[in-house]
T-cell receptor
Framework: DGGITQSPKYLFRKEGQNVTLSCEQNLNHDAMYWYRQDPGQGLRLIYY???????QKGDIAEGYSVSREKKESFPLTVTSAQKNPTAFYLC???????????????FGQGTRLTVV | AQSVTQLDSHVSVSEGTPVLLRCNYSSSYSPSLFWYVQHPNKGLQLLLK??????LVKGINGFEAEFKKSETSFHLTKPSAHMSDAAEYFCVVSDREGDMRFGAGTRLTVKP
């Protein structure tokens, strides 16, 4: 079955440590996205990528980094520079229907990161 | 950059009465617009989408939305609320810039 897999589901990190969240899709989707969800703030865009080896900052990229070396993979690293990393992180992907138009998003199950 | 504003953070209706959740967007291009619903401790589910075809879009569970370019709006409506509609609703915009942005969400409460 096609889908998006995020791992791990729960992650604990000590302050000052970097941590990488995994996101893999086998939908052959072109675009992938990372969001952070906090209560009352909806989903805020961290980074997105339309094609391999290219990605753009979203609204809250500071303290985060990404890579897109393969079409199916878009890992997110939460660095020690992120001041408030405890949150729920969602990965999504979309398929390009034609130029300038993507399908609705498919989402992973999310990773809940807690800094201890 | 594109953006989405959901005009109400919380809407409360009685069961059987109409639902209106408001969404305004900003985009330099012809956007695609979506509404998603998230029930407590559940994932996001697509309700409906607008991708430049008919401006009145019908979705699941009796919801519909109308794309109004002149008003830059994409409000979500339902004629009669059901208790099971209580959830968080998100309006989403996507365009040729390639990003996809969510509104802050509207929490819908349905009173018996």
């Amino acid at each position: 079955d096609g889908g998006i897999t995020q791992s791990p589901k729960y992650l604990f990190r000590k302050e000052g440590q970097n941590v990488t969240l995994s996101c893999e899709q086998n939908l052959n989707h072109d675009a992938m996205y990372w969001y952070r969800q906090d209560p009352g703030q909806g989903l805020r865009l961290i980074y997105y990528s339309q094609i391999v080896n290219d990605f753009q900052k979203g609204d809250i990229a500071e303290g985060y980094s990404v890579s897109r070396e393969k079409k199916e993979s878009f890992p997110l690293t939460v660095t020690s520079a992120q001041k408030n990393p405890t949150a729920f992180y969602l990965c999504a992907s979309t398929r390009q229907i034609r130029a300038n138009m993507n399908t609705e998003a498919f989402f992973g199950q999310g990773t809940r990161l807690t800094v201890v | 950059a594109q953006s989405v504003t959901q005009l109400d953070s919380h809407v409360s209706v009685s069961e059987g009465t109409p639902v209106l959740l408001r969404c305004n967007y900003s985009s330099s291009y012809s956007p695609s617009l979506f509404w998603y619903v998230q029930h407590p401790n559940k994932g996001l589910q697509l309700l409906l989408k607008y991708t430049s075809a008919a401006t009145l879009v019908k979705g699941i569970n009796g919801f519909e939305a109308e794309f109004k370019k002149s008003e830059t709006s994409f409000h979500l409506t339902k004629p009669s609320a059901h208790m099971s509609d209580a959830a968080e609703y998100f309006c989403v915009v996507s365009d040729r810039e390639g990003d996809m942005r969510f509104g802050a969400g509207t929490r819908l409460t349905v009173k018996p």
